[in-house]
């Protein structure tokens, strides 16, 4: 069986025309009388017709032969070259056609040609010749193009004899030994190419001889041989292992190779060839060197696979270049970054991590230089997590990785900041000794944090965290200067009120007043002064009392809690009976202060009732404090907090888990290779052989053998039984192309002329190419293939009709309309994961939102929730445990979010919120809904 390598090559051409085609008398005036351009058209006309299946005569080949073969124009040429590739060759009893001994004759001429262009296309004409009564005349000439001057016929020469020895081996038998003659004799590189490959297929053992004759020279040889020699060096010792040895000092020369292709194929050919870790290493330096000196981000991504590939089974050899990995951080792209840093995470160990760190912050001072961008912000985002993991990997890090990440606090990104804030509350909860370092550096830069977000999650650390009298005294001087003078309504009144009258005076002084007019013509005046006395204001506030006079009084309840939970930690470390009742008094002043602001009608927006009632509850719960509400607040929030990490903790030791799969069990034999026949040394499958099947199409998995997984699920009928033309096709979806495999049966006796399939597309979907027509005999079947592209997830519906002419049949074209193929959009989804942050920032951004009711017979929460995520291919990202399970079933709600990613990097996000009523009965049906939200319609047709 030949190789997909092997597989002859066609040219294809496109039938642009529509209608009949012209008579045969026409294209006989054309070719006799035309000039050379209509001799082009006429030519052209019958390669269409050939296509379409029309029959040419013996006199109007004879009219090509004598009016157009003679012809000394290159296009016109390079078409008869077209044309005689495709036009039938023989009579309907098997026998040649006379006609082809005058084109035989011409081409003959043509080998003979002055130019070497004409020389050069007739030789790759012959390429694609398969009668062997036409080719066997030609092969003198065919030799004798060897010795031509020029190096583009010797090259397409030396294809021409590959194609015909391979092919009829009779013709050329000596084939092998005349191209290793012209391989030795050749200086031409690309000519050498071509020889040393068809030495390859036709005669590998000649193509060694010379490789080793001439294994020293491998380097000075340009980079086209330099790729073939990888090649038979790998096949050579995929089929013969015990060659190795022989050949392995050549791979690690062309490492060395000036050419970054030649480079990529020896470094993957050598840690195929070898497992050493002397071999590995070479590799994955040259991989690294790739990547720093590549120019084109698609070219590093695709080195980087290759050794995120090469780290599953020799992480152990690349822990030793993490730092060199680490250079690729150099790169620009966002993508490319993100995947090293990956990298160097899953690899990092303990006697690197402290270099690795050094080098991760020295990365993040640089983005604090550099100027604010998306990416700039994203990557540094992209650092604070990775030194976050490094953290917790390896807490000894720690200490010298939080005081550079607290300076994010003040960032102007809030994506950052918030990423430090949650690495710093799981240091803090995870390492008690780093506690007072953390604190300590948390009050220092408190006073700097400029987004509300940031502040109230640094406000919790606080107020959860400071254990001592000294702490939790310096958090409430903290707490009065982001607030400014209290009660903050008379305040706010008599500032106003002052600066209205400062404002008046120096307007009657020296002011300046700007005369204006209005829509209604009449004129009023402004003042410089009243133009900017709220901007002045506004910076003139403290940081809270800002957040609190633009409305966001959430930012006020979270400060009440962190009120709430110091004033009672704060008898516990003061034994001071006035002390404790003054910052009491003080705390609930704070509150009853934010309150009166809530409700006076100051700040921009009002207080909400979410918000009055958390202020108000903590009020309650100072003014009448008790043991149990001193467990909630100071015991069982950090406790909740303690069991979310562990989850995460688990989480994370699962995906581990699941990375670090045990390709050998430890009872597995031993295959000794000195001991093993030679077809078990070469059992794995051809590297260049299944890279290729892959490129062209071919599946890399196995089919299985149940019905589910079979291809006959996945194929529509089109047409019904009853119809002359019955027709099925195959949906294949692989990623962003649709192959449609259409099946036709011609279910009458008559041949059907011009067969077309007539596609057209509903939806985000674009039809590749116009299927070409066909000729179907009587009871015949034929197999069409259509390419559709997808743009985006949508739901997409491909329709049309087949067409065609009967013989002899005086009635206009028939026609069957076929039914309608949908594309499902779940070929597109994909389960994704992402952080609770991520997931609230898109779930904020995203406009587009569906609210689904639920309408189910499901009795359980969490089987509900399970059967969503199977039909949605969706993910969950809220975590549960056991425990959470039994507790939900009790209170009687659940709330999850679910995240998925298309294949066109589309984001689609659901919250699932279900309920049972409390005291209800098992079979309590399961209420509620769903909303999903996207950037588009994503999941607007998607079934709940």
Not at 217 to 234: K, N, P, R
Not at 355 to 362: A, F, G, H, S, Y
Request: with cysteine.
């Amino acid at each position: 069986m030949t190789s997909l390598a092997e597989q002859s090559c066609y040219t294809l051409i496109a039938n642009p025309q529509e209608g009949d085609f012209p008579n045969d008398q026409d294209l006989k005036q054309m070719l006799e009388k035309g000039k050379v351009g209509d001799k082009k058209e006429a030519i052209k006309k019958l390669i269409h017709m050939v296509l379409g299946g029309e029959r040419v005569g013996a006199s109007l080949l004879m009219h090509v032969i004598r009016f157009a073969m003679p012809t000394k124009d290159h296009e016109l040429k390079k078409l008869l070259l077209i044309f005689w590739e495709v036009v039938p060759k023989y009579t309907p009893d098997g026998k040649m056609m006379h006609e082809y001994i005058l084109v035989c004759d011409a081409y003959r001429k043509d080998l003979q040609h002055p130019n070497e262009y004409i020389r050069g296309c007739t030789l790759r004409f012959l390429c694609k010749l398969k009668e062997p009564e036409l080719l066997e005349p030609l092969m003198p000439t065919i030799r004798a193009c060897l010795e031509h001057r020029h190096k583009y016929v010797r090259r397409n020469a030396v294809l021409a004899i590959f194609t015909i020895y391979r092919s009829h081996e009779i013709l050329i038998p000596d084939a092998p030994e005349l191209i290793a003659s012209f391989l030795e004799q050749e200086q031409d590189m690309s000519c050498k190419r071509n020889a040393f490959m068809m030495l390859i297929q036709a005669d590998q053992e000649r193509a060694l001889n010379y490789l080793s004759s001439c294994i020293d020279q491998v380097q000075s040889f340009g980079d086209i041989l330099q790729l073939v020699i990888v090649e038979l060096i790998y096949k050579v010792c995929h089929s013969n292992p015990s060659e190795r040895s022989r050949f392995i000092t050549c791979i690690y020369n062309l490492l060395q190779s000036s050419s970054p292709a030649v480079k990529y194929e020896a470094a993957g050919t050598l840690i195929t060839l070898s497992g050493a870790p002397s071999a590995v290493k070479a590799a994955a330096t040259c991989y690294i060197e790739l990547i720093v000196k590549e120019s084109d981000n698609n070219v590093k991504l695709i080195v980087l696979d290759r050794l995120v590939a090469m780290a599953e089974t020799h992480d152990k050899v690349l822990q030793e270049l993490v730092m060199d990995i680490m250079r690729v951080l150099s790169a620009t792209d966002l993508e490319v970054r993100k995947k090293t840093l990956d990298l160097t995470l899953d690899l990092v160990s303990s006697r690197n991590i402290d270099d690795m760190v050094l080098v991760l912050k020295k990365e993040v001072i640089k983005t604090n230089e550099a100027v604010e961008q998306d990416d700039a912000v994203k990557y540094r985002q992209l650092l604070v997590k990775t030194l976050h993991q490094c953290s917790v990997r390896f807490p000894d890090v720690a200490p010298s990785i939080i005081p550079v990440l607290m300076e994010f606090l003040s960032d102007s990104s809030e994506l950052a900041a918030r990423d430090v804030l949650v690495f710093v509350r799981e240091a803090v909860q995870r390492f008690e000794s780093l506690r007072p370092v953390v604190l300590s550096k948390m009050i220092e830069v408190f006073p700097t944090i400029k987004k509300v977000r940031i502040f109230r999650a640094a406000l919790w650390i606080l107020g959860e965290y400071c254990s001592t009298s000294e702490e939790i005294q310096n958090v409430m001087t903290l707490i009065r200067q982001s607030l400014g003078e209290i009660p903050i309504v008379e305040d706010e009144l008599r500032k106003a009120a002052g600066e209205e009258d400062s404002s008046e005076d120096a307007t009657m002084q020296s002011g300046t007043v700007q005369r204006m007019v209005t829509a209604d013509g009449t004129y009023v005046s402004q003042s410089a002064f009243t133009a900017v006395a709220r901007s002045k204001k506004d910076a003139s506030r403290p940081p809270l009392r800002g957040f609190l006079m633009a409305g966001d009084f959430f930012a006020g309840a979270a400060l009440s809690t962190v009120l709430t939970k110091l004033a009672m930690r704060f008898p516990l470390v003061n034994p001071s009976t006035s002390r404790q009742n003054s910052f009491r008094a003080e705390a609930m002043l704070i509150m009853s202060s934010m309150l009166h602001l809530g409700k006076s009608g100051l700040a921009d927006k009002p207080i909400n009732d979410d918000d009055v009632d958390r202020i108000a509850l903590c009020l309650n719960v100072l003014s009448e404090p008790s043991d149990l509400l001193l467990e909630v607040f100071n015991k069982l929030c950090r406790e909740s907090l303690d069991k979310m990490l562990l989850v995460k903790s688990a989480e994370e030791k699962q995906k581990t888990i699941t990375k670090k799969v045990v390709k050998v069990q430890a009872d597995d034999p031993i295959r000794f290779g000195q001991l093993a026949p030679k077809n078990e040394l070469g059992q794995t499958e051809d590297m260049f052989e299944l890279t290729l099947s892959q490129a062209l199409g071919g599946s890399e998995k196995k089919d299985t053998s149940s019905l589910a997984g079979s291809k006959l699920n996945k194929v529509t009928q089109l047409t019904g039984f009853s119809d002359p033309v019955y027709a099925e096709a195959y949906v294949h979806v692989n990623q962003y192309d649709i192959v449609l495999d259409v099946l036709i049966v011609n279910q009458t006796t008559d041949t059907l002329q011009n067969l077309t399939l007539e596609l057209a597309t509903l939806g985000d979907l674009k039809l590749v190419e116009k299927p070409m027509p066909m000729t179907l005999a009587g009871n015949d079947f034929c197999n069409i293939k259509a390419n559709v592209k997808v743009a985006s997830t949508e739901n997409g519906i491909i329709f049309g009709n087949i067409v065609y002419d009967v013989t002899g049949a005086a009635s206009d074209r028939m026609c069957v309309v076929l039914n309608d193929i949908h594309i499902d959009i779940m070929d597109y989804i994909l389960p994704a994961s992402c952080s609770d942050a991520e997931f609230r920032t898109m779930w904020s951004e995203f406009e587009w939102e569906n609210k689904v009711s639920v309408n189910t017979n499901i009795t359980d929460m969490y089987e509900y929730l399970q059967h969503i995520i199977k039909k949605t291919n969706m993910k969950s990202i809220t975590p549960f445990s056991e425990e959470d399970q039994s507790f939900n079933k009790k209170c009687g709600f659940l709330a999850a979010n679910l995240y998925a990613k298309s294949i066109f990097g589309e984001d689609a996000l659901a919250n699932v919120s279900v309920e049972k009523p409390l005291n209800s009965s098992d079979d309590t049906l399961v209420i509620g809904h769903i909303r999903i939200r996207a950037k588009s319609q994503v999941l607007k047709l998607l079934n709940f």
